[in-house]
């Protein structure tokens, strides 16, 4: 098992939901946390916290849809420690609609925060990993990059893009010291549907089953840092949707279109 005391993790997304949850996690843990995403204020706010409990963190406002940005990121986070051990892809967004009023430009977009918001982060990260000899990429995908969701179906292609690329990763870094896992929440309580584009709410999408809290993925990453698995499925019932997802598609289609919104 991984001691977290003195490591060094980058997350993205971190000035709310998971990501802040999680910032405040690892620096419970002792580890030195380097907190990235748009809005400056809430991320010192998440910096300061933690100073305040006696840990050490770094804000550095960062779009992660911004190449350059997320290597001024990673490259600002060697000047100030010297190293990298963690690094979590969390940041992210979602869009409510049918395919039909879902804007073309909306599938660009979130594919560039979502997806290339993981790509960069990684490319920037893995040359660090290896040359250290060992490090750590988590990418936070979603029970909804296992089997697509209606009116979700822009959020979805990105959760899967995420999931194949952290397996495709994860097959090349096999039996080397860096690791590879990917995540996947199921609803959880934050700000996500409020800020996501499209349709209000979460209550639009009739999703069914329990919610869980931030901090409660928080400690899910926390443990996958310490104890590195190819991929979490936090409700592990989940694990029964996907399974038969991949056995019989038909039936999974139409169970999701028997518990899908009504057309309005
Ligand atoms: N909530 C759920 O039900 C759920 C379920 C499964 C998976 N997830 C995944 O969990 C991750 C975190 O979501 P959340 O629920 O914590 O949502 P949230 O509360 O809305 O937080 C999203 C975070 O991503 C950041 N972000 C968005 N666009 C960004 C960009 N272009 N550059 C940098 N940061 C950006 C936001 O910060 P700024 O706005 O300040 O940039 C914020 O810190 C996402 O990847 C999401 O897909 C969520």
Redo the contacts with the bound molecule.
């Keep these: 098992m991984r001691e977290l005391r003195g490591q060094v993790v980058v997350i ?9 949850a999680a910032a405040l996690a690892f620096a419970r843990e002792g580890a030195r946390v380097v907190v ?4 400056e204020a ?1 991320l010192q706010a998440v910096a300061r916290a933690i100073r305040e409990s006696g840990g050490e963190a770094l804000a550095l406002r ?4 911004s190449r350059q940005e997320v290597e001024a990121l990673i490259s600002r986070t060697m000047e100030a420690f010297g190293r990298l051990d963690i690094l979590v892809c ?5 869009f409510i609609g049918w395919v039909e009023e879902t804007p073309v430009e909306e599938y660009e977009q979130i594919m560039a ?2 997806f290339l ?1 993981t790509v960069y982060p990684v490319r920037a990260a893995l040359p660090i990993f290896q040359r250290q000899g060992a490090g750590h990429v988590i990418i ?5 990059g296992k089997r697509g969701t209606p009116l979700l179906s822009a959020y979805c292609a990105t ?1 899967f893009a995420q999931v194949g690329f952290a397996e495709a990763l994860r097959a090349e870094l096999a039996g080397g010291p860096v690791a590879a896992s990917v995540i996947c ?4 309580a ?3 549907f409020d ?1 996501a584009g499209g349709r209000r709410g979460r209550e639009g999408l009739r999703l069914r089953g329990p919610i869980h809290t ?1 901090e409660h993925v928080a400690r899910a990453i926390v443990r996958c840092a310490r104890r590195p698995r190819p991929e979490v499925l936090i409700f592990p019932p989940a694990r029964v949707w996907v399974l038969l997802n991949a056995l019989l598609p038909r039936l999974t289609d139409w169970i999701a279109a028997r518990v899908r919104p009504a057309r309005t």
């Design positions: 993205t997304g971190a000035s709310a939901g998971i990501g802040q990235a995403a748009r809005r809430r960062t779009d992660v849809a969390n940041a992210g967004r979602g925060v979502n918001g936070i995908s979603s029970v909804a959760k929440p199921i609803v959880t934050t700000e996500f800020v931030a």
